[in-house]
């Protein structure tokens, strides 16, 4: 189709499917090829460029004084015969060229709108791209044509194959499908569409790929069978694509012989409107298809323009045009003489006046208009740049010597400069403008196919997916409308593991891709608190894990507390040693002039109670929360409190073996070194020197409270560390050697003639301490944690209370219930009763 203007654009549509190689040796005369097959939607495009040229021509805005003209191709869907058509639009049609002529002028077309094969627009990029003659595509989305410095004057109204893989890719995250199966052509449409799918499905997505078959072309029902073989065994619900209308009828009769239902396919733009694949018999299995579709658009007046097409029934030539096989199409009839090879007999006579009104057909369909809208936006982007080429003004251009072009010296380079620049709003409202790639601003709806219960077949819009220079790309779905074939009415499950729920990591199976693996429990300490967790992290020192192992908790905090049974036994157990001493000492001092009181010092007597007492109480130190405070007093308050014990026992021992001694002839003289204050002032002393091992201690290397991690995981051990092991050494060291001494002197006097010999009990009673207090230190040393302040609590109480009875027993048991042995006489001895 040719229309003359000042300024040609030329276009490459599909009118024709398929062509008769002319034979091109160069032994036989050249031949046009012969085109077969009519494609009314490549002929609806085609006119739909005339429209929009005819509408720019009518527009005294859009460049005014200048009438713009067409000149159309048809590349039957070949390579060579679309390379062959571009090559003549941008070169002339002469048949003779005059060599002395100078190549200067406006060239043939200023710019092509085609070709829509992206196979077609590489080859024909590539060389246009040398004289860098711009060529807008319409519905060529192969990402490698985004390459600036391979095309350097391409450009496309329609979003490249990345960003079609993109959307895709935010269609399977939305819905969770993170495994699915990938078909692709053989050709450039669908290998760069699987590279783009295997860089880019990971990282953005998260999802993987359960295979990616190759549908040949050409008919080859083998391969096809095992593909669809692979597909049925494989655990992927979802299925995507990214092949041809043709590769689809062929695949999708394979799939209906193996009887393959319950897959979830999503469709690239190449065949989600496939009228021919939108029939009841493969609804069963085509039924709910999400597909990407190219942009639907709204073109006010197509419609009336494409009303009033005619056929030209006066020149010669007029049978072979497009318009006359249109309309043989149309309305299934012919002209008459039939033109050769190619309508059937038996159709009626074409008149040429028929009302396309009258006449149901996609031509006329205006509603879905998707690769009519890209042709209509190539058009005006390149109206548009001729158009700010016409504004510019003189010593103001953006060439050199700020020169500006004109339309009679105009070069192909300088309309790809103001191509780049072009911004404009078409009357749909869609902002068209090119990236530094040549890329439109990308724009996609999704297509959702429906199956009613009646049979009757829908495919609705139920999304976009966008991409704006402020809020980059955007994902808008409609879910209440779309239509699931499943039995669940819900979309369905395609992962290849489930997700690791909190509480677990990711461990992927060895030899399997990323999204297969296994959920492994996190360790004792460790957490993961969201799905899907890669690593599980550790918990703070002072934290544990959960049960679940999702979130951390505070660790136990363990010491000996008085509400926990075994601290409150030996707290009872140290109130009721403390009340025994009390009710005693009280008893000794209602009692305190009976000779069994006032024999052996009673002063010393109230003493060892006073300090037997303090022994009691300074066990409740160890129990309860550790702190500064205690942990400093609880080991010195125990030390003194025992030597002071421990002293007034010996000092008791040896005033019975003075006593003894001084029996004896000439032994008056060692009386006068026990008398009250020797025997006061020798209590001091030895306490004194506990005394002094204990600010030492507490000076140097205090005790202090220490939270231990060691003993338990899950547990935080209070515990009050000794801070030095030399002074604690010490300190028990000094009690021992006071209660040996005390054991050895008392073991002598054991015999000595008295029938109450208090050493007797104080011998039994050192056997007492020094047992318990030898057995606490390796139970001391292997008691973790709280048990090591129990074990030393009951040597303690233990020892204390062995004192307290072996030394007090037996005497309360005289006054109270055997007073008549409480006399001088019986305690000498010179009573009829024997002790």
Known sequence: MHKAGNVVLGGLFQIHFFSTHPDLSFTSEPQQPTCHGFDVLGFKQAQTMAFAIDEINRNSNLLPNVTLGYSVYDNCLQLGIGFRAALSLTSGLEEQVTLHETCVGTPPVLGIVGDDASSHSIAISTVLGLYRVPMVSYFSTCSCLSDRQKFPSFFRTIPSDAFQVRAMIQILKHFGWTWAGLLISDDDYGLHAAQSFLSDLGPSGGGCLAYTEILSWGDNPAE??????????????????????????????????????????????????????QTPHLMPYLGGTLGIAIRRGEIPGLRKFLLEIRPDLHHNNSYGNDVVRFWEYAFKCRFAPPPAGWVEAGRALCTGHEDLGNVESEFLDILNLRPEYNVYKAVYALAYALDDMMQCEPGRGPFSGNSCCNLQRLEPWQLVYYLEKVNFTTPFGDQVSFDENGDALPIYDILNWLWFPDGRIKVQTVGEVKKSAFKGEELTLHEDKIFWNFESKEPPRSVCSESCPPGTRMARKKGEPECCFDCIPCSEGKISNKTDSMECTSCPEDFWSSPQRDHCVPKKIDFLSYHEPLGICLTATSLLGTFICAVVLGIFIYHRKTPIVRANNSELSFQLLLSLKLCFLCSLLFIGHPRLWTCQLRHAAFGISFVLCVSCILVKTMVVLAVFKASKPGGKASLKWFGAVQQRGTVLVLTSVQAAICTAWLVSSSPAPHKNTQYHNDKIVYECVVGSTIGFAVLLGYIGLLAILSFLLAFLARNLPDNFNEAKLITFSMLIFCAVWVAFVPAYISSPGKYADAVEVFAILASSFGLLVALFGPKCYIILLRPERNTKKAIMGRGNTKS
């Open 224 to 277: 096809l069978r095992r593909i669809v073989d692979v597909m049925k065994k494989s655990t992927a619900r979802v299925v995507i694509a990214f092949v041809h209308e043709s590769h689809m009828i062929d695949l999708m009769e394979e799939v209906v012989r193996q009887n393959v239902t319950g897959l979830q396919w999503i469709a690239s733009e190449a065949w989600t409107s496939a009228a021919v694949l």
